[in-house]
């Protein structure tokens, strides 16, 4: 039996990629669970993908989700980039056979248009009668408009009055948004992925190192901002624990692609002072979700200074019980109060930062928080585990699951009213 909403209910999601490319790769991340969620109630779901293995291949069939492939060179399907945007029709010989799609969705984030340009192309050749929705994963700067491809908000005010949807990613966003976009605007929240979710950081063994975690985007200004914020309160907190308790703590950086590295301390380290007492472990992360989950397993803390406007680093972490620290003004931590997980205040999971404060002062707030966490381990892992069962209820029947439902339920809606004015 056809379980599917309306006779013409097909999504076409434009993608560069099915699965993340990394860590830091929200967009692919909330367009992968997105389609996920959409074929689960019952929508047909399409997906471009500028390039993909035969395991993503693999794992979208498995999900009833079809990927639009582009023209293969090779057997991983690889292409020139480049000109894709401009001849989508060279590239994806299927494209037109899909006559029946009703929606397409395309994605504006910090980086520029991403792939909701692409969609309006691709709308306007193929598949005039779609109806456009657009997710944004950013809050413009006008400052910074016309540079480096960053847009301007007249462009996403655009792209929004083309669109029957515009979906915001996390509370930031949403209460930016609300108001500013004639078009209906729905807040929608990431859940974990599941690996996380399946996984449970455990207590270190009393002999173990005490090693502190942040995962960075070395591209992103702001991010390196922060973390020379985070290495020279590592320095305090390395040299006054190290006194106090005889044990070094080791601060662990994850970076988000080899060439990252020596970028990282040439920027950072060499420019930053009182980090004498620092010792760093450096990794490459190659772009496999369980090599995070292994260092997850192997740290004591995350120091999230993710400037994405909803950490889905930190929110993994959450999902496999590692203890996290967030600024009180970010995103994530806006989700954390609205579903009273916890009794959040500032100093236990939250830091509280002004919005221009000082290097040492704000260095100053994160040693003193990191530290008091290093000396009540036991008591921020078992709050990790309650944040993890807080979480967990949110997808079952929190804000992330009536994000999703309202979402959903809208859809619905609007499918019903075409084909009641098809029929009519």
């Not at 006779?7 to 997105?34: H, M, Y």
């Not at 090693?211 to 922060?226: P, R, T």
């Not at 100093?347 to 930062?353: A, F, K, P, R, S």
Request: proline share 3%.
């Amino acid at each position: 039996m056809n379980n599917r909403p309306g006779i013409d209910s097909t999504f076409l999601l434009i993608a560069k990629r099915w699965k993340p490319e990394d860590c830091c790769d929200s967009t692919t991340f909330v367009n992968q669970q997105f389609a996920m969620e959409l074929q689960k109630s019952g929508f047909g779901v399409l997906s471009t993908v500028l390039e993909a293995t035969d395991e993503d291949v693999t794992d979208a069939q498995m999900q009833n989700i079809t990927l639009i492939l582009p023209k293969p060179k090779s057997r991983s399907y690889k292409i020139e980039k480049s000109d894709w945007l401009m001849y989508p029709d060279r590239y994806y010989r299927g494209l037109k056979k899909h006559v029946n799609v009703s929606f397409i969705v395309g994605h504006v984030n910090e980086k520029g248009y991403d792939t909701v340009e692409e969609a309006c192309i691709i709308r306007d050749r193929y598949f005039e009668q779609a109806a456009l929705v657009i997710f944004i994963h950013h809050i413009s700067d006008a400052k910074n408009f016309g540079r480096n491809n960053v847009i301007g908000e007249r462009d996403i005010l655009q792209f929004a009055k083309e669109s029957v949807l515009v979906l915001v990613v996390g509370h930031s966003l949403h209460s930016y948004y609300l108001g500013r976009l004639e078009k209906p605007t729905i807040l929608y929240l990431p859940a974990p992925d599941e690996i996380y979710l399946a996984s449970n950081v455990r207590p270190l063994p009393v002999d173990a190192n005490i090693e502190i975690l942040s995962v960075v985007n070395s591209s992103n200004k702001k991010a390196l901002q922060y973390c020379n914020h985070i290495a020279q309160a590592m320095g305090k907190v390395t040299s006054n624990f190290s006194t106090m308790h005889q044990k070094c703590p080791i601060w662990k950086v994850c970076y988000k692609n080899e060439e990252d590295v020596g970028r990282f301390d040439r920027d950072l380290f060499h420019k930053c002072k009182a980090v004498e007492n620092l010792k760093k472990v450096d990794y490459y992360y190659d772009g496999d979700m369980n090599n995070l989950l292994t260092i997850f397993m192997q740290s004591t803390l995350l120091i999230d200074t993710s400037e994405d406007v909803f950490s889905i680093t930190g929110l993994n972490a959450i999902a496999a019980g590692l203890p996290v620290l967030f600024k009180e003004n970010s995103s994530i931590a806006n989700f954390l109060k609205s579903d009273c997980f916890l009794e959040l205040h500032s100093g236990d999971i939250l830091v509280q930062l002004a919005v221009n404060e000082t290097f040492d002062v704000a260095a100053g707030k994160w040693a003193e928080v990191v530290t008091k966490c290093l000396v009540d381990g036991d008591s921020k892992l078992l709050r990790a585990s309650v944040l993890k069962e807080g979480l967990l209820k949110s997808m079952k029947e929190g804000s992330i699951k009536k994000s999703h439902q309202e979402i959903l339920t809208w859809l619905r809606m609007k499918i019903e009213k075409s084909v009641t004015d098809c029929l009519n």
